[in-house]
């Protein structure tokens, strides 16, 4: 059994509250369901981390790569923008990543539309709600 590890970063606990004309009005525990399900369909094993903190994503990606974790689903919020510690952390880690936006980031302000963690991914999924966590489950099951 495949162990996935999804990754979120800062303000995506705050799903279902923050900006629900933007994320929608699901929860980050709704959008774990979600992907427990699907995950479960798949033949995976998943575990779920949110820190609004870059280290401990940085920390997390090598703690994970360390135990066995064989490929991650990122959606690092604000960081996706701006981290270069978070790029290497997942280049380093040498594991199939995608990395998925809730929102379609190159329809949101200029400076959302490059992602530089993305360049350590397999794919990028942006713009499809939650069912794009599911697009990346799918993706990497394919693989």
Known sequence: MKK??????PNLDRLGR????????GTLKDLEQLIRAEAKRLGFRVTFFQSAHEGALVDKIHALTDTGTEAFVVNFGAYSHTSI???????SAALPAVEVHISDIKK???FRHHSMTA??????ISGKGFPGYLEALQLLAGL
């Open 108 to 110: 949101r302000e200029e």
């Open 4 to 9: 996935i590890a999804i990754l979120h970063g």
């Open 85 to 91: 510690a978070l790029r290497d952390a997942l280049a």
């Open 119 to 124: 360049g350590s991914c397999r794919a990028m």
């Open 18 to 25: 923050r900006q629900p004309g933007i994320y929608g009005t």
